[in-house]
């Protein structure tokens, strides 16, 4: 088993920037790629980046640009550094990860909200 637990969500402003982390913890060494979904108000969960064990990275269209990812081998956390914030950007993020049985586990959330 996989437990990831999210942090760094809040208010920020449009044009502004926020920094996610997701810590894995228990079986972490079977986990083969870490990423990141979000899901706003009646729409379905969307892709924002994921990073792989062999260091590929790929990203949503909507964040392309704006957003990276990272990950600390070390510590099993990757990060979400989100700039340029949009007021579309507004959505619980959660964290994900796979392994390499592709069993997925998902974390709880962190809820992020963009507004002036």
């Known amino acids: 088993q996989v437990q990831l637990v999210e942090s760094g969500g809040g208010l920020v402003q449009p044009g502004g920037s926020l920094r996610l982390s997701c810590e894995a913890s228990?079986?972490?060494?079977?986990?083969?790629?870490m990423g990141w979904y979000r899901q706003a108000p009646g729409k379905q969960r969307e892709f924002i980046a994921l990073?792989?064990?062999?260091?590929?990275?790929n990203y949503g269209d909507s964040v392309k640009g704006r957003f990276t990812i990272s990950r600390d081998n070390t510590k099993n956390t990757v990060h979400l550094q989100m700039n340029n914030l949009k007021l579309e950007d507004t959505a619980v993020y959660y964290c994900?990860?796979?392994?390499?049985?592709?069993?997925?586990?998902w974390g709880q959330g962190t809820q992020v909200t963009v507004s002036s």
């Open positions: 994900y990860a796979r392994n390499s049985n592709y069993v997925p586990y």
């Open positions: 990073f792989t064990n062999v260091g590929d990275t």
């Open positions: 228990g079986s972490s060494l079977s986990i083969s790629v």
